[in-house]
């Protein structure tokens, strides 16, 4: 460091080269080629069991984001779909996000499902085994947003509020509604506090 607390020519020249491979990395396009055997809603059915198509549909979208860069996901995006014809001018990335969100809510990984509750109060399944692909969702999240499109749909306020703000439940009973006897998805443990008339 010189006198005046100023940087030697050096240090600038390998700021300089840092920032530029940090432009440079930036540049260009993520594409990625999807199969669209598009998992379908299974919430009205009720029937995860019968839903390999979504299994699989995650299992092969949740490998490309464990293998991705954090640059390649900041990158422009370009989603095309496995044997069908289209441009990506936002449409297909769009649906790309839709069908993945759509699976990590009706379908399951590992056979079991990610996601337990009524949409608008989804909350994650409570199983270790399990978070590698919470990792995987966290970054399908973040991705979505940077490239203009919503989050997890159907979460419970209690959740979006805790992913916003990083705080725990002493925050949350503060800052916003109480966390309703509807986000709790045991029907033993629902019933329970039913009887007793709790609201919490």
């Known amino acids: 460091m010189l006198s005046g ?7 600038w020249r390998e700021d300089w080269k840092a920032d530029l ?3 440079n990395k930036l540049r260009g396009k993520t594409k990625w080629t999807i199969d669209r055997q598009a ?13 390999p198509e979504a299994q699989e ?6 490998d490309k984001y464990k293998n991705a860069k954090i640059h390649e996901l900041m990158r422009e995006f370009e989603v095309s779909f496995d044997g ?14 839709y069908l993945t969100f759509e699976a990590c809510i009706s379908g399951t990984y590992k056979q ?5 509750g009524d949409r608008g109060r989804l909350i994650p399944t409570n199983v270790d085994n399990l978070m590698d692909a919470f990792m995987c969702l966290g970054m399908v999240i973040a991705h979505a947003v940077r490239h203009g499109c919503r989050g997890l749909p159907g979460l419970s306020p209690a959740i979006i509020y805790y992913l916003v703000h990083g705080q725990g ?7 916003c509604p109480p966390v309703s006897i509807d986000d709790v998805h045991d029907e033993t443990l629902y019933g329970l506090l039913a009887k007793v008339g709790i609201n919490v």
């Open 5 to 11: 607390g100023q940087k030697p020519l050096d240090d």
């Open 21 to 23: 491979s940090s432009q």
């Open 39 to 51: 998992p379908v809603s299974l919430r009205d059915t009720g029937d995860q069991a019968s839903a």
């Open 57 to 62: 549909y995650l299992m092969t979208t949740f």
């Open 84 to 97: 069908m014809d289209g441009v990506d001018r936002g449409a297909l990335s769009r649906e790309f996000f």
């Open 112 to 116: 079991l499902p990610l996601m337990v």
């Open 169 to 175: 439940m002493s925050f949350i009973e503060n800052d």
